[in-house]
């Protein structure tokens, strides 16, 4: 029976083989890896990936969609679930490596899945993500630049990443009504000295009002901590590096 997209999954459904290709061919799965794919859907991806490495994790929310998945059999595990309450961690441990992350994001959610990953970071060996292009360009950014934000910041400095492709609404079935792109992001080495709870925050003060200078936001927030100024305020948020964010957010727990 055919499934009909549901409009509160956020369901569009790739369906142009030649996308299918480029992605698997981006992602290169080997057997022996622990390979999770998110929002597996109708499986455009998902059986190319498991013909490849031969073991495959999907997590799917919809449950006719995972009953469907389900009866496809070996080398195939599906955990019907909602991927924000997924424990990684714990996955990560029950398959015996890092994951691979592979996934078509639901565009309403995004955001929130990939912080849920963030945290998981150093359990994942990379992830190959296709999301909503302007989140995607936000996510990549560089500063100085109109996408510069706090989404670029607070994974730029776990991750280095890269665009890989961008994928037209036709080759979706519903079409959205926005363009996508897959970006790969790769875990960088974590930081010495960094509370990653305290440098969201830093972050968050600095771009709440982009368009003024770090003195009106970030000062103040510096002075109340009682912090020495040891940092160019005379910017606004979107000029400064994610480095320089990161060695400030290390000197306020120093």
Not at 8 to 33: K, N
Not at 203 to 209: L, N, P
């Amino acid at each position: 029976m055919q499934h009909v997209a549901r409009k509160r999954f956020g369901q569009h459904f790739l369906s142009d083989p030649a996308v299918v290709d480029r992605i698997v061919g981006l992602v290169d799965p080997q057997p022996g890896q622990a390979l999770v794919e998110i929002g597996p859907g109708l499986g455009a991806i998902t059986f190319p990936l498991l013909q490849r490495c031969g073991a495959l994790t999907v997590i799917e929310l919809d449950r006719d969609l995972a009953a469907r998945l389900r009866r496809h059999g070996a080398g195939l595990t599906v955990v019907e679930a909602d991927v924000l309450g997924v424990d990684f961690r714990a996955l990560a441990d029950r398959l015996g490596a890092k994951l691979r992350i592979v996934g078509n994001l639901p565009y309403n959610i995004s955001t929130p899945i990939l912080f849920h990953l963030l945290a998981v970071a150093d359990r994942v060996l990379d992830q190959h993500l296709m999301l909503q292009k302007e989140v995607a360009e936000r996510i990549a950014a560089a500063p100085a630049s109109k996408a510069y934000g706090r989404l670029s910041v607070m994974l730029q400095w776990r991750y280095a990443v890269t665009t890989e492709l961008d994928v037209p609404p036709a080759a979706f079935s519903p079409p959205p009504q926005v363009d996508s792109a897959v970006i790969a992001m790769r875990p960088l080495p974590a930081p010495d000295g960094i509370d990653a709870a305290l440098l969201g925050e830093l972050v968050t003060v600095a771009f709440s009002q982009r368009r003024k200078l770090l003195r009106h936001t970030l000062g103040r927030w510096l002075a109340a901590r009682g912090a020495a100024p040891d940092f160019d305020l005379q910017r606004r948020a979107e000029e400064v590096p994610v480095a320089e964010f990161v060695a400030l957010a290390r000197r306020q727990r120093a």
